[in-house]
């Protein structure tokens, strides 16, 4: 039998996709299903007086915050209510649930709605939040949460360092863009339990939300994933399931709610605009010596997950290099928009933008080589992390620099630029698992079977290919071929809650309960169920281990236009042992493209708390003829606590995209520093002379 | 939305559907589908014959005003005598637009934003309407339908030796324009025509006559535009930005051209 690891069957799913036989939610329909449709508030920011509702004929329905038995979704704070009931805080905001037999019946009746409002001024930025006399989301003000870190003594570093760089940088709202808008499916099963469906990264989550808000226990509900289009954090938390478990509840008939693309560009959850300043210090010989950032996050009207992407971004702003002294502040801040919450990368990309921009223009000044400066900074095993605490597990950023540097693509850039064109290099640092404080296990069952094994566990494949890689793991495992290799992911039936698909941490966490499962089931048991913990971080360090990928972006800037054409962009990656090479290069191709789209177009702006963008007309994603040349290869330096020596790296591609376009946008014009993203072509073509 | 749609097969039956019932005329629909019109009759022109030719009578182009891009786009004639409209349908949507979008309907949407039209107006092309009988209006003074008129073709001349487009988007595909522009001269006279500068695609009479002198002055030409336009600041770009660009494109096209 050839190696299992490390090579690419064909996706289990696959087949099922491309033939059109796959279900997603919005497939699911059974007889009598109510189509669900949100009231939203058409202002940004109010106080709700009063809901006036048209006459609502048999068969439709209309619920409101009264109708719930818990009015929260359980999140870090809690603090969203599933229907406004007195504070209205971004527009769009829902705060009744209509049910009708269609859709554009339940959609006519949420028009005729009307909503006595009280309104109030807005909150429409980062900026205007901090303020002494902005309009307050909370009782406590703007201020959502507060980061804070301080190792060793950054100012007399600072004052030390022959080289001192500072820059304010910016990113941008940006949406998921999965292909598969938001939905769910609700009905009553046999048992009489609420059975949801949806599009989750999470089926446990929605199981507890519904549990709140229905006041049902948690027995009474079961929930799984249907086959789901994309997540990329998005649909890591409540987006349309507690809609429709509402309705199913108060009405014993199955509901559905999917959101129109208007409703996901809008109102779906979104990547925290930031606003980071950083000075970061270096000696003549380019050792980064001392680091200092804060970090502002727009989280939108509620926390949801941002308090975690506060931490994460900040955690990973001196990156993937050894710093001595490191002072990281940062608040997250409310404001009228729509949550921000998880996305692919959780604040890393925002901070790398930060720092590795500063550490190029670093390299540059000190006439130090772009990958050198990154070799003699590289973060070593057994070295002390930003926030402390000791780095004890593998870090190939050393061997994947030196790879890298025998790259065509590097050898073209150092030996051979292409005329006209401009390169840039960054690097990325992911961590992978929830981080410490939070629970972080999963459960995986093992059954044997007539024609092989069921594998089973809540977590759910969101499209990524977990269950491909996990097949994959649990076939060597087990000693057979993956097809011998059932695998049934995404239910609460029969499964202890494995917590979200997230965190880059499936193929990491999932993989080690396999291999601990199968070896009860080689000892000769035909039923197994083990658990895995994720290793804690040691001292103040959030995470245990991280994945490292050096990024080349080559560009061609057209002067006349300020247009960047990227051309070709080629990483080195090191995740440990890559356990299916396609699947790998999967998620490497499409993080790139993701970020690409934050650097080149993608954004969403407020004007009074209005998203500007509401289509995929104007909400600018890469289209096939905007994505360049990747390229992309890895070290195989095996983790030893992985299975089979693999790392989590599914987010990890999108962290340092920007950076290195940026730098090759800069090396194209002469003089032009990109602190911003989107890139302004107005900053390009003020630099070229050309405005 | 739901709509009532009616398949007229001749021009008349469609002009009298129109009178009667006050509908809205349908090419492709992806202008009028896309943006859910609240047209509760929709008048398809798909079955009346004699819309979809492309005929070449040596002084001029006609081309039937249901003919969509991917046509124009393949179309060698106007490949060789019509580059500007060629390259402004190449740059049009993505794929499967052009293979439904037509040439009729997006002179019929007076979008400031349609691409094909920038090049129609730089090269002086005029529209054959019908509203019981026959009548041609250049597509530059068109502002509107009159009357239930319907376009049925675009004749364009081929007396310019040198046509040009330019189309600025936000992207590679699939793109809005922020600015396009277009560039036609026999030799003596040019024209040129910039979209997404004004409520509707302007034809830039006080630049196109400083460039049909005989030394070009590209300074005064670039004042000229930009005091011509009158952009504003949208989602798509800002006025700033359009200005810049114009000048830039301005220059572009002039030295592609020769002049
Ligand atoms: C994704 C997308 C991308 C696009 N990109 C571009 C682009 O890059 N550049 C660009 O210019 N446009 C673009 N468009 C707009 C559109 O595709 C074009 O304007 C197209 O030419 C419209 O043609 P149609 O046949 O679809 O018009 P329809 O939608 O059928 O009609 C448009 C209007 O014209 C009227 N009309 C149509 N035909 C006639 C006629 N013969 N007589 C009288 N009135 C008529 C209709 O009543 C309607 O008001 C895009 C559209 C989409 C959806």
């Given amino acids: ?691 | 939305m739901r709509y009532r749609l009616h398949i007229p097969t001749t021009l008349d039956q469609a002009l009298e559907l129109k009178r009667s019932t006050g509908g809205t005329y349908l090419a492709a629909g992806t202008v009028i589908l896309v943006n859910h019109s609240h047209a509760e009759d929709l008048i398809s022109l798909e079955k009346i014959p004699g819309l979809k030719s492309i005929e070449d009578s040596g002084e001029a182009i006609t081309i039937g005003a249901l003919v969509t891009f991917d046509e124009i786009e393949k179309c060698r004639c106007i490949m060789d005598k019509l580059p500007s409209l060629h390259q402004a349908a190449c740059l049009t949507a993505g794929p499967q637009i052009r293979h439904r979008a037509t040439i009729g309907g997006n002179i019929g949407c007076f979008s400031p934003a349609s691409d094909a039209v920038t090049a129609l107006v730089a090269l002086d092309a005029q529209v054959e309407l019908y509203d019981g009988s026959y009548h041609r209006m250049p597509v530059e003074g068109l502002r509107e339908l009159k009357d239930g008129s319907i376009i049925t073709s675009v004749i364009v001349p081929t007396r310019f030796c040198f046509s040009a487009f330019e189309k600025v988007g936000k992207r590679n595909a699939m793109s809005v324009s922020v600015l396009n522009m277009a560039l036609a001269g026999d030799g003596k006279l040019f024209r040129l025509a910039a979209g997404c500068t004004a409520p509707h695609v302007l034809f830039c009479s006080r630049t196109s006559a400083l460039l049909s002198t005989d030394a070009v002055d590209m300074e005064k030409a670039k004042d000229a535009l930009v005091s011509e336009i009158r952009p504003i600041d949208d989602r798509w770009g800002t006025v700033e930005y359009r200005k810049a660009v114009s000048r830039n494109l301005l220059e572009k096209l002039v030295s592609e051209a020769g002049l």
């Fill in chain 1, 1 to 691: 039998m050839h190696e299992i690891i490390g090579s690419s069957p064909m996706r289990l799913d696959g087949p099922d996709k491309v033939t059109g036989r796959a279900v997603y939610t919005a497939d699911i329909h059974m007889e009598g299903t109510l189509e669900v449709a949100l009231v939203r508030s058409p202002v940004a920011h109010a106080m709700l007086k009063g809901i006036q509702a048209p006459a609502i004929p048999d068969g439709c329905y209309l619920f409101t915050a009264k109708d719930l038995c818990g009015n929260f979704i359980p999140s870090i704070f809690s603090e969203q209510p599933v229907l406004a009931s007195d504070h209205i805080r971004y527009q769009g905001e829902a705060v009744a649930i209509i049910a009708a037999p269609t859709r554009e019946k339940a959609d006519e009746l949420a028009s005729e709605v009307k909503l006595e409002l009280e309104i109030l001024r807005t909150v429409d930025s980062i900026e205007e939040a901090v303020k002494d006399d902005a309009p307050r989301l909370f009782e406590n003000g703007n201020v959502c949460s507060v980061f804070h870190s301080d190792k060793g003594d950054v100012e007399g570093a600072l004052k030390q360092s022959a080289l001192v760089l500072e820059g304010s940088f910016e990113t941008p709202v940006q949406i998921h863009g999965f292909m598969e808008p938001e939905a769910a499916f609700c009905c009553l099963d046999e048992k009489g339990r609420l059975a949801i469906v949806s599009a989750t990264q999470n089926a446990y989550s929605d199981l507890y939300t519904a549990a709140v808000a229905t006041g049902r226990q948690n027995e009474e509900i079961t929930s799984r994933a249907a086959t789901v289009g994309g997540g990329f954090g998005g649909k890591d938390g409540n987006t349309a399931q507690v809609y429709a478990a509402v309705v199913t509840h108060l009405t014993g008939k199955p509901a559905r709610y999917v959101y129109t693309r208007e409703e996901n560009i809008r109102w779906g959850m979104k990547r925290h605009r930031s606003l980071t300043h950083a000075r970061v210090g270096f000696s003549e010989d380019g050792h980064i010596l001392a680091a200092d950032c804060s970090m502002l996050l727009d989280t939108g009207a509620y926390a949801l997950l941002g308090p975690s992407v506060l931490g994460l971004g900040l955690e990973h702003f001196t990156g993937a290099y050894f710093v001595p002294n490191v002072r990281l502040d940062g608040s997250l801040l409310y404001t009228n928009h729509a949550p921000a919450s998880a996305m692919r990368g959780f604040g890393a990309p925002q901070a790398a933008l930060a720092f590795e921009s500063i550490l190029n223009r670093a390299a540059k000044k000190l006439g130090i080589n772009p990958l050198e400066i990154r070799r003699i900074n590289a973060i070593h095993k057994g070295q002390e992390g930003p926030m402390g605490g000791v780095n004890e597990h593998e870090t190939g950023l050393e061997e994947a620099l030196e790879k890298f540097s025998r790259s065509d693509f590097y050898r073209e850039m150092s030996e051979n630029p292409e005329k006209g064109c401009g390169y840039g290099i960054a690097v990325g640092m992911m961590s992978s698992g929830l981080g410490k404080h939070i629970p972080d296990t999963c459960y995986v069952t093992i059954d044997r079977t007539d024609s092989g094994f069921t594998v089973s566990t809540s977590l759910v494949d969101i499209g990524q290919g977990s269950q491909t890689v996990l097949a994959q793991i649990a076939a060597k495992a087990l000693g057979v071929a993956v097809d011998k290799i059932d695998m049934r992911m995404g239910r609460t039936d029969g499964n202890p809650d494995s917590g979200s698909t997230a965190a880059s941490r499936s193929t990491f966490i999932c993989g080690n309960a396999i291999i601990k499962a199968a070896s009860e089931i080689l000892g000769g048991a035909v039923h197994a169920q083990a658990a895995y913990a994720f290793p804690e971080a040691s001292g103040e360090a959030r995470h245990t281990y991280f994945a490292f990928m050096v990024q080349g972006a080559k560009v061609k800037v057209d002067p006349v236009t300020g247009k960047v054409d990227v051309l070709w962009m080629h990483s080195t990656t090191d995740t440990g042992r890559v356990i299916n090479p396609t699947l790998f290069n999967g998620q490497v191709f499409g993080g790139v493209a993701m970020s690409l789209g934050m650097t080149l177009s993608e954004q969403v702006r407020y004007k009074d708390g209005i998203s500007m963008e509401n289509s995929l007309a104007n909400y600018i994603l890469p289209t096939a003829m905007d994505v360049p040349l990747l390229t992309s290869d890895f070290i195989d330096k095996p983790e030893p606590s992985g299975p089979y020596g693999a790392k989590g790296m599914a987010e990890l591609p999108t962290v340092a995209v920007a950076p290195a376009v940026t730098a090759a946008v800069s090396d194209a014009v002469k003089g032009l520093e990109i602190n911003r993203v989107p890139i302004d072509r107005m900053e390009i073509l003020r630099a070229g002379g050309k405005a």
